[in-house]
């Protein structure tokens, strides 16, 4: 299997090291990640400028632009002969959880796979608090898990699946639980201040406030210590079906956690 690693928090970034580490062994891994910093850029691409892209290691590049732009070096340049069989984005360095995932360069990479026939998968690690353990080799192991029980393959047409893995070790994991896109609550703050110049500028400050009830969400079964598989449909389409990846999140909770 070909596999293509992108994310939003840079090519050094440890959770697409940590993907790198567990994947590469046993898969045809190759990492195209932005040179800096691109979280909550969303779906930005760079059509106004130029890109570059720079080997940093064996398999290992980093390119001068955003998330999506990653994904279009990797299938329109370097992985051009050999496509690859899935496009994996992450692991991010926190929740991807509801609303969240418009804002995400994490999921904006899986979504460009998507537009483009590669099946993509986002994946982050939630966690309360920079300062906790980040146990970016669990959700590693749990993408693994994954890709050799077929993910990819269940994965519907112009749809995307959006993983968030507890930051919890592996044994204190209850399971997978397939959920749908919660809410989450933000207030609305905006911090005013004055520069050296006497010029305003502003801050978005909003604080975090929690989710909307929802026992199918992807917030609630994170929150329960369950690992939330999000199918995310890119193009509303009624009717889609989901009954494989149903019984494939029931033979992987029997698998790994019974």
């Known amino acids: 299997m070909r596999i293509l690693l992108v994310n939003d928090d840079g ?49 290992v590049y980093g390119c001068s632009g955003f998330p999506g732009d990653c994904v279009l070096m990797g299938l329109g ?3 051009k002969e050999k496509r690859p069989d899935v496009v994996i984005s992450g692991i991010n360095r926190g929740a991807n959880l509801g609303q969240d ?28 608090s920079m300062t906790d353990e980040h ?3 669990v959700a590693a192991t749990v993408i693994d898990w994954c890709l050799r029980e077929g993910l990819h393959r269940l994965i519907p047409e112009l749809s995307l699946m959006n993983i968030n893995v507890p930051n919890l070790p592996l044994k204190e994991i209850k399971g997978f639980r397939q959920t749908e896109i919660g809410f989450r609550r933000y207030s609305e703050e ?31 079964a994170v929150t329960d210590g369950y690992i939330a598989i999000t199918p995310h449909a890119l193009i509303d389409r009624c009717g889609r079906d989901y009954s494989e990846l149903i019984g494939w999140v029931q033979r992987l909770n029997a698998k790994y956690f019974t």
């Open 11 to 59: 090519v050094t970034a440890p959770g697409i090291r940590a993907l790198f580490r567990e994947l590469g062994p046993n898969f045809e891994t190759t990492i195209i990640a932005p040179l800096e910093e691109r979280s909550t850029t969303g779906h930005s691409l760079s059509l106004d400028k130029p890109l570059r892209l720079e080997k940093l290691e064996e398999k």
């Open 77 to 79: 340049h370097l992985m």
């Open 101 to 128: 995932l418009y804002y995400s360069g994490t999921v904006a990479a899986a979504r460009e796979a998507t537009f483009h026939g590669v099946p993509g998968i986002a994946v982050s690690l939630v966690f309360n």
């Open 135 to 137: 146990r970016y080799d």
């Open 190 to 220: 905006i911090h005013a201040r004055i520069d050296t110049r006497n010029r305003d500028y502003f801050w978005i400050a909003g604080r975090y406030e929690g989710f909307s009830e929802n026992p199918a969400s992807d917030c609630q």
